[in-house]
């Protein structure tokens, strides 16, 4: 049998010196390499947190503030000179606007998505500074009543359970009944019952 030498065994040729010098080496070289890969999730967890914070402060909010606003009827309205109204009916007084009230008749509509099992009962109060508001009205009393029905029968629970929902249903209300009678006539609108069932 041929006689090997001692550093020529297991490891090719290599001997052990060559093996321990090696070994911390290839363990410095693979401790960067792995922080390396760690590198994009750790700057993701750090940075994501910063960047939700920043859309949500300075471009949700505002967005979502001006909507509600806008929704909500918020926005102030152009004044009318004094002892005219926007639709140009002269008010008595100097600028002093009385506030006219017409009544609706109660509501009665099934809520959607319920299948008939659940309805929602309103009383709506429209207000306005024309006198002409009461004869418009009630030259067009079943035409409003019909779009108030239309309107609210598009409602889920979850829209009339919402922070605001009467907000909302007041301002679409408006904008449809100004359409319908041909102009700014309803200024407000008081909702004076609302119950689900």
């Known amino acids: ?4 030498p001692l550093d020529q ?4 040729g290599r001997g052990a010196a060559a093996e321990t010098a090696a070994a911390p080496a290839a363990a410095a070289a693979a401790a960067p390499a792995g922080m390396k890969a760690w590198l994009p999730l750790i700057i ?3 940075a994501m947190p910063a960047l939700a914070l920043a859309t949500t ?3 949700l909010l505002p967005q979502m503030k001006k909507s509600l606003a806008q929704a909500t009827g918020a926005l102030p309205a152009p004044e009318a ?3 005219e109204s926007k639709d140009g009916v002269t008010t008595p007084g100097e600028g002093a606007k009385a506030k006219v009230k017409v009544p609706l008749n109660k ?3 099934n809520v959607a998505g319920t299948m008939g099992t659940r309805y ?3 009383t709506l109060v429209l207000v306005g500074t024309s006198d002409a508001l009461r004869a418009k009205v009630d030259e067009n009393r079943d035409e409003l009543m019909d779009l108030a029905t239309s309107s609210l029968s598009t409602k889920t629970i979850s829209d009339l359970e919402k922070p605001g929902a009467r907000n909302v249903i007041r301002a679409e209300l408006m904008t449809t009944f100004n359409n319908a009678l041909g102009g700014p ?3 407000e609108i008081y909702i004076t019952e609302m119950a689900i069932q």
């Open 185 to 187: 006539f309803v200024t």
């Open 1 to 4: 049998m041929p006689d090997i």
């Open 9 to 12: 065994g297991r490891n090719g």
């Open 120 to 122: 929602l009962m309103t």
């Open 81 to 83: 000179p004094a002892g």
């Open 57 to 59: 402060k300075f471009f």
């Open 107 to 109: 509501i009665l509509v």
């Open 44 to 46: 993701t967890i750090v």
